[in-house]
Nanobody, 124 residues
Framework: QRRLVESGGGLVQAGGSLRLSCAASGLSVSEYRMGWFRQAPAKEREFVAAISRNALNSYYTDSVKGRFTISRDNAKNTVYLQMNSLKPEDTGVYYC?????????????????WGQGTQVTVSS
């Protein structure tokens, strides 16, 4: 059974850091472009970051560039999102997902398997 499990979320003050993990089972992350998305209350799910299968290319939404870093450890079948200098507007549920072979890296419709999400709350 394909499964993605996110962890590492929590409550942090503005300016703080968190490291999210996405552990996969029943699939090999090395076969997929991997993405992180987030969803704030009453808002649509939005793209945060993505990383290519070989980790040579990474992509970020403008609001997190310079603060967030996506990485992968294919040997551990895990993808990470290091989040620094957190802001209250980063608050939301963060999801990881496996990417389709085709489609834009920033579109949720370009991803198939999703985790259950982990809550990140940044207080001001």
């Amino acid at each position: 059974q394909r499964r993605l499990v996110e962890s590492g979320g929590g409550l942090v003050q503005a300016g703080g850091s968190l490291r999210l993990s996405c552990a996969a089972s029943g699939l090999s992350v090395s076969e997929y472009r991997m993405g992180w998305f987030r969803q704030a209350p009453a808002k649509e799910r939005e793209f945060v970051a993505a990383i290519s299968r070989n980790a040579l290319n990474s992509y970020y939404t403008d609001s997190v560039k310079g603060r967030f870093t996506i990485s992968r450890d294919n040997a551990k079948n895990t993808v990470y999102l290091q989040m620094n200098s957190l802001k209250p507007e980063d608050t939301g549920v963060y999801y990881c997902a496996t990417g389709n072979r085709i489609g834009h890296y920033g579109s949720p419709s370009s991803y198939n398997s999703w985790g259950q999400g982990t809550q990140v709350t940044v207080s001001s």
